[in-house]
């Protein structure tokens, strides 16, 4: 009989101590997805800049730059698209340069005050 009396007294501590660890446990999957957002973020920034320099070298002289930021923009969705910025530049070697702000949580939402950079160059393709 003493111990049953003693299990009783323990009956939903478990339901208690994971209702005190679900704040810890949801604090933990948000800072998870926010680091994969920084990722993606960067990910996004470099390709936009292939993207870019690779258009960059294609185009004649005098339309590399419009080429070049058009074709960084290109494969960024409105939400990335937003606050990107894109610079391009340079003669027999071109570089392009992505700017990206990192949202807080989901894109098109609030951004952090941090930009993600992106480089890229190529050597500019001689046409005869």
Known sequence: MRRRGRLRKDRGQVAVELLGMT????LTLVLMWQCVLVGYAFTLA?????????AGTAAP?????????????????????????VRCGGTGFVT???????????PGSIDFPVTVHGHAGAVE???D
């Open 61 to 85: 002289r005098g339309a590399r730059d419009g080429a070049c930021a058009e074709a960084g923009l290109k494969h960024l969705s409105g939400a990335w698209r937003d606050g990107a910025s």
């Open 46 to 54: 470099g390709n936009a800049a292939d993207e870019g320099v690779r």
């Open 23 to 26: 704040p810890l446990i949801v």
């Open 125 to 127: 393709e001689v046409k």
């Open 96 to 106: 392009a340069d992505v700017d990206l702000k990192v949202p807080v949580l989901f």
